[in-house]
C-alpha cells in the first residue's frame, strides 16, 4: 500500500537544540497516526515541517506525493493544519471564522458542510458568539471545522485537545473517527494516554526521536517485563523500601497505587520483594500481578530514556 504522507530523515536543529533527530514515518489513507511525548519532545517543530511553515536542515516529507520543498504552495492549500494555540480570530464570530476560512481556501461552507456537519451542529447555538468568547472545547471544535471546511487532502492536529474538559476530549476524538472514515488521514499529537490509544497507530517521541511507533496493542503485547501493582496508605514507603533492588526497572505512582516493573520474576525475586516489604511495610498493603496498559508501556520507555 503506498503511504499517503511520508517523512525521511528528518532533522531540525535550533541553535544548539537538537529538536528533531532523523524521524522518518509514514502514515496511509484511513489512518490516524498519534504522537506522543513530554513537552520539547519535537512535536510541533514535527507539525511546523509537514506543513511547510519551517523548512528542515535535512530529511524529506511528501503529503500525497507533494514535496514540502517543492510544492509547499499546494500542499498549503490542501491540508488541514490546528496548531497547537488557538489560531482563530478571536474578534470574529463563529459564522465569521467559518466563512473566511472557507473564502480564503475559494470553497464556501454550504459546499463542505457535510464534512463539519456532526461537529458544527455542536456549535450551532453559538454561531453568533465571538470565538474569543467561546469555552476550550467549543474553540477547538470550532478550529477543527475550520481546518475542515475546504475539504483537505490530510489534516495535521498539534494537541488540539490540551485543556479541554474530559467530555469534550470525547466528542472531539468520535469526530476525528468519522473524519478519518471518509477517507481523510489524520496526524495528531496528544498529552492524553487515552487518546493514543484511540490512533491507529502511535509514535512514542522522546528528544526529537521516535522511540516506537506501532498499533497501541501491538505496543502493549511488547511490554518488557511483567508488572504488580502495590496497594496501600502510603505509597513512598514501598517506593523507598524498593528503589534499589536490581530486577526492578521502574517504579512509579498510577492512580491510588504504587506500579513496579521487573525485569525478571524467578521465584527468588519475588520473595525478595515479599520479604523487603513484609519486614518494611508499616501498614496493611496488597501487592498483585497485574497486565500493562498503554500508559505503562510509556512510562517504562521514558523511564528507560532517562537511564
Ligand atoms: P514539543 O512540541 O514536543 O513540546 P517542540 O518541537 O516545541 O517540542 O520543541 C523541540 C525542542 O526545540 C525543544 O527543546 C524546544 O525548546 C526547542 N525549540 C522549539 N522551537 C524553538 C525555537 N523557535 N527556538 C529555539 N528552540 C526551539
Redesign the pocket.
Same mark, same amino acid.
Given at each position: 500500500m503506498q503511504a499517503f504522507i511520508s517523512a525521511q530523515g528528518l532533522v531540525k536543529h535550533? !541553535?544548539n $537544540?537538537l %529538536?528533531l533527530d532523523n524521524v522518518s514515518f509514514e502514515v496511509y489513507q484511513n489512518e490516524i497516526l498519534g504522537f506522543i /511525548?513530554p513537552? /520539547? %519532545? /519535537?512535536?510541533? $517543530?514535527l507539525f511546523e515541517i509537514l506543513t511547510t511553515l519551517l523548512i528542515p536542515d535535512a530529511g524529506e516529507a511528501s503529503i500525497n506525493g507533494m514535496d514540502i520543498h517543492k510544492d509547499y504552495g499546494k500542499i498549503r492549500a490542501s491540508i488541514g493544519f490546528m496548531p497547537g494555540k488557538f489560531s482563530l480570530y478571536q474578534d470574529l464570530t463563529v459564522q465569521e471564522n467559518l466563512s473566511f476560512f472557507a473564502n480564503i481556501f475559494g470553497s464556501s461552507i454550504e459546499e463542505n458542510y457535510h464534512l463539519i456537519k456532526g461537529i458544527y451542529e455542536l456549535l450551532k447555538p453559538f454561531a453568533n458568539r465571538k470565538a474569543g468568547a467561546l469555552s476550550g472545547g467549543m474553540k477547538q471544535k470550532l478550529a477543527l471545522c475550520c481546518a475542515l471546511i475546504h475539504k483537505p487532502l490530510a489534516l495535521f492536529l498539534d494537541e488540539p485537545t490540551t485543556g479541554v474538559d474530559a467530555v469534550s476530549r470525547t466528542e472531539f476524538w468520535d469526530n476525528l473517527m468519522q473524519i478519518r472514515d471518509s477517507g481523510i488521514p489524520i496526524v495528531v499529537s496528544t498529552p492524553y494516554m487515552d487518546e493514543a490509544t484511540r490512533c491507529d497507530r502511535v509514535a512514542m517521541i522522546h528528544n !526529537?526521536r521516535i522511540m516506537k511507533l506501532d498499533t497501541p496493542d501491538n505496543i502493549i503485547k511488547g511490554y518488557d517485563g511483567k508488572l504488580l501493582s502495590i496497594t496501600c496508605k502510603d505509597r513512598q514507603k514501598p517506593k523507598a523500601l524498593l528503589q534499589n533492588e536490581a530486577a526492578i526497572t521502574s517504579l512509579y505512582s498510577f492512580g491510588d497505587a504504587l506500579h513496579i516493573s521487573l525485569n525478571n520474576t524467578d521465584a527468588s525475586t519475588l520473595k525478595l520483594i515479599s520479604s523487603k516489604l513484609e519486614q518494611g511495610m508499616d501498614s496493611p498493603y496488597q501487592i498483585k500481578e497485574v497486565f500493562p496498559i498503554f500508559e505503562d508501556c510509556f512510562l517504562q520507555l521514558m523511564g528507560q530514556m532517562k537511564k
Open positions: 535550533y !541553535g $537544540t %529538536a /511525548g513537552d /520539547g %519532545a /519535537g512535536k510541533s $517543530t !526529537g
